[in-house]
């Protein structure tokens, strides 16, 4: 066979093994999650460190947010007359997309990289192995509660997200004129309905899947050396951003058809 064709039958043949892995994987953590063996203690300790490694760059960046937006569309509404229209213009932009996507896709670099290589040393070290052979199930002790952590954190860290990158906004809009806070909200919050906030926390709880399902999936898999650890952390972020993506595509093609 010619070294073009073998390349190709060696890559397709990982690919699948890669597929059944992963539905291997899925299968595993859906059978557990509803077993009686619900480590609560570990889901709390999780449920901390994902909020406490994350928000403080998420204020940093969702007032940034905020103030690049406004700054950037107050230019062409003054042109048209249009400068009330700002504040609902920014606060649909930020809740609708801008506030779950950048949230996400900062918890996937803190988050993911971070479940990729503790998972990922674990295994390296043969703490894993350990548990398997001492009959404690891994799966209910350290991905069960990281995955489930990561779904209930991302909704909350990116309403905090949104309140944060409106305030930014606020500030930006006062460094050209003078609004109150009060008038702001009104003018914002008046342009905001239903349906711009419901589909954009509900995906969320799906970017906080994502993100730890990717997350502990390459820790957990993780090869042996010290090198796959660092390799396992990487992974994790790369896969977990474009899975980010295509899910937020997906969300917008359904939202736009309600």
Known sequence: MPPFF???KEKST????????????????????????????????????????????ISITGIIVGLVLTIQSRPPL??????????GMVAISIIREMGPVITALICAGKIGSSMGAELGSMRVTEQIDAMEVSNT???????????????????ILTLYADAIGIFGSWLGINLK????????????????????IIPAIIKT????????LVG?????????????????????????????????LIAVQITDLL
Do not use: H, W
Request: aromatic letters at 14%; glycine letters at 6%.
């Open 6 to 8: 073998s390349l190709i």
């Open 78 to 87: 003054v042109e048209f007359g249009a400068v009330a229209m700002l504040p």
């Open 137 to 155: 199930n891994p799966i209910n002790f350290l991905i069960i509660p990281r995955v489930l952590a990561a779904t209930v954190m991302i909704p």
């Open 14 to 57: 990982l690919f699948f093994i890669d597929i059944a892995n992963v539905l291997e994987y899925l299968k595993t953590v859906l059978r557990n999650l509803f077993t009686k063996t619900f480590e609560f203690q570990e889901f709390l300790k999780q449920c901390y460190q994902i909020g406490n490694k994350s928000v403080g760059l």
């Open 216 to 248: 502990c999936y390459k820790g957990y898999n993780a090869g042996s050396g010290t090198a796959s650890v660092g390799i396992a952390a990487n992974s994790a972020v790369v896969t977990a951003s474009l899975l980010l993506i295509i899910v937020d």
């Open 177 to 196: 004129d003078s609004v109150s806070l009060e008038l702001f909200l009104n003018q914002a919050f008046s342009q905001v309905e239903f349906i711009d």
């Open 205 to 212: 709880f799906f970017f906080g899947a994502v993100i730890g």
